[in-house]
């Protein structure tokens, strides 16, 4: 089935620690008793409590049973979908900004609404990573390198990858989301290497190293409303940047009429960050003017 997060607290972690370096390669069946469901930062979890206890391989009987069904159900056990189960909060751009503001604030994800107002221009679209780890290749002295000295890799094929920055706004805020990888084919329905590579068939003589403009199928997602998947990373929290990371692209829902959203309003975790639906209702009906002039001046 899916993989899941597990966080180790206290006793629970060290007992982990040190099994773990006592063994001569990597367990593969961990059993932790008496762990906490709960979710953490969006994304559903297992916590160790002050009773539970680590065990790894033979250790006890129930994983060394485990262990024979996994040597006798390889096929099965292979199948593992290593998508990690998660449910971000929803929550406006302002309900984001607030987030971050806070002190006791950890990395999380967040699932916002918003419209693409631009892509910001002044700043390349894509990158050219490693076709390995897809860590940064720089240009070396006779071809590509690995920026990432744990790669290995002294030559590397060089791949086109998205790195694209947007505006973005919704009836509460604007902000800048920077788009990766596979949310970017995601966004557009194509690899950033696919664009890459039409635009110099397209433009023939012209220099591998030329900087490719802005590809229409960037350009033609401003104005329309899509579902991000953001993560609130360190650098945000330590102020280093406001520039918020998008992690997945989602279509957006089909609206659900007023009175259902007041009905069904799910309840706040945190007074500080989400309102109730009826406050949603309420916020969008004060800012529907505003928002509609705001789309006039971006299109």
């Not at 049973?65 to 751009?93: C, M, Q, R």
């Not at 967040?110 to 390995?132: K, P, R």
């Not at 007023?258 to 945190?270: D, G, K, N, Q, R």
């Amino acid at each position: 089935g899916p993989v899941m997060k597990l966080y180790l607290w206290d006793k629970a972690a060290s007992d982990f620690c040190e099994k773990f370096k006592s063994y001569g390669s990597t367990p593969r069946v961990l059993l932790v008793t008496t762990v906490n469901p709960k979710h953490l930062g969006g994304t559903l979890a297992l916590t160790s409590m002050v009773s539970s206890r680590v065990f790894m391989d033979n250790d006890v009987q129930p994983s060394r049973d485990y262990l024979g069904w996994l040597s006798s159900n390889s096929d099965l056990a292979n199948k593992i979908n290593a998508e990690v189960v998660t449910k971000p909060e929803t929550a406006t751009l302002e309900e984001l900004f607030a987030y971050i503001k806070q002190e006791t604030a950890k990395v999380a994800w967040f699932e916002c609404t918003a419209t693409i107002d631009d892509v910001l221009w002044g700043f390349a679209w894509y990158y050219i990573s490693c076709g390995g780890c897809n860590s940064k290749a720089v240009k070396g002295p006779n071809s590509l390198i690995c920026n990432n000295k744990k790669c290995g890799k002294s030559y590397v094929t060089g791949v086109a990858q998205y790195l694209t920055r947007i505006s973005v706004y919704d009836k509460s805020e604007q902000a800048v989301f920077v788009i990766f990888g596979d949310a970017g084919k995601e966004l557009t329905g194509k690899h950033a290497s696919e664009l890459v590579a039409s635009y110099f068939e397209a433009n023939e003589g012209v220099e591998a190293d030329h900087c490719v403009p802005v590809p229409q199928a960037l350009l033609d997602t401003i104005g329309h409303t899509y579902r991000f998947i953001v993560k609130v990373s360190y650098h945000n929290l330590s102020r280093k940047t406001q520039t918020i990371t998008v992690t997945k692209i989602l279509p957006p829902a089909t609206p659900q009429p007023i009175a259902s959203l007041e009905e069904h309003a799910v309840p706040s975790t945190s007074d500080d960050i989400l309102k109730t639906g009826g406050d949603r209702v309420r916020q969008a009906s004060e800012s529907l003017e505003s928002a509609e002039a705001k789309r006039c001046k971006s299109g």
